[in-house]
DNA sequence: CGATTTTGACCCGCGC
DNA sequence: GCGCGGGTCAAAATCG
């Protein structure tokens, strides 16, 4: 029952809310290892045109964050590179609609990583396309979640949004995998950064805060914002992510992103 | 008319 | 073993 990530982030980001007041929007990068190829935090990634200290002890991130210019802000959480649920596959039962997967493996979570941004848009522009496969209620939330896949042939990259139930002016966006493509938007701008996304460098770019203020006439989702501002890069930081305010250490919530007790705790 | 969204059924791991 | 909750499929509906 507990495995709201998002909800988990909200937390955090509440603890934080400090942050909130400073800047427009923030986001909290959640995602596990792995990819460590790069020496860079993912904070130095984040925002490449100047140079910003390492994120590795941060307590609060809002110190990594003093940058005027990168409205994002974020703090790591985990991800769980535990084999979570596959598909379907097995023998049909007494259903008619299954689907003949003879493919007994466990898809292996890829980790993950997100988060959280100020946003009157749930689905965030990101440079890339994709496929809503599914949406579904999340408990204890009145918004629901919405399941995306990168349409890229071959790219199984996976993106989950979410609107904070605590913050609905946040949305939590979630990636799992790495692109193995570039973007098909973006002018041209991936010299240096093109090569790291594509090694395994997760890339995400970073939202305008002018977002809300363009105008919201309607609901829908997917939003052209300017590509312009920040990219900011994530990184995996081994270990040692800065989440709200803790410590943080690696061997509990690293587990599985956030075990979530948002409102049931008390 | 092809690409994408909608949406209920189905799957799967887990806790009881 | 069943129910819950998160996640995915796929047919129908929509969109562009």
């Known amino acids: 029952m507990e495995r709201n990530e998002g909800l988990q982030m909200e937390e955090v980001l509440g603890n934080s809310s400090f942050l909130a007041n400073s800047f427009p929007l923030q986001s909290i990068f959640d995602f596990s290892n792995e990819g460590d190829k790069f020496p860079l935090g993912f904070m130095e990634l984040f925002d490449i045109s100047q140079q910003v200290p390492p994120p590795l002890k941060t307590e609060s991130p809002a110190d990594a964050f003093n940058l005027p ?4 802000s974020s703090s790591v959480s985990s991800a769980s590179s535990e084999a979570v649920n596959d598909r379907k596959d097995g023998q049909p039962k007494t259903k ?63 993106k989950r949004v979410e609107r904070s139930f605590t913050d609905p002016t946040t949305v939590v966006t979630t990636y799992e995998g790495q692109h193995n493509h570039p973007s098909p938007l973006l002018p041209r701008l991936n010299s240096g ?23 919201h006439h309607h609901r829908h989702q997917q939003q052209q914002l300017p590509f312009s501002s920040t990219w900011s890069a994530l990184n995996f930081g081994h270990n040692g992510p800065t989440v709200g305010h803790s410590s ?5 919530l690293l587990q599985d992103i956030i075990p979530s007790h948002m409102l049931k705790e008390e």
Not at 110 to 117: D, G, L, N, S, V
Request: aromatic share 12%.
């Open 69 to 72: 210019a990168t409205p994002n």
């Open 193 to 215: 950064i093109s090569a790291g996304a594509a090694s395994g460098l997760p890339l995400q770019r970073a939202q305008s805060h002018f977002y809300h203020h363009h105008h």
């Open 96 to 158: 008619k609609q299954l689907k003949p997967k003879k493919t007994n493996q466990k898809r292996q979570r890829e980790p993950r990583f997100a988060f959280m941004t100020k946003s009157e848009v749930d689905h965030l522009e990101d440079g890339y396309r994709w496929r809503k496969y599914g949406q579904k209620a999340v408990k204890n939330s009145t918004f629901p979640r919405s399941y995306y896949r990168c349409t890229s042939t071959s790219c199984n990259v996976k």
């Open 248 to 252: 943080f250490k690696d061997h509990g």
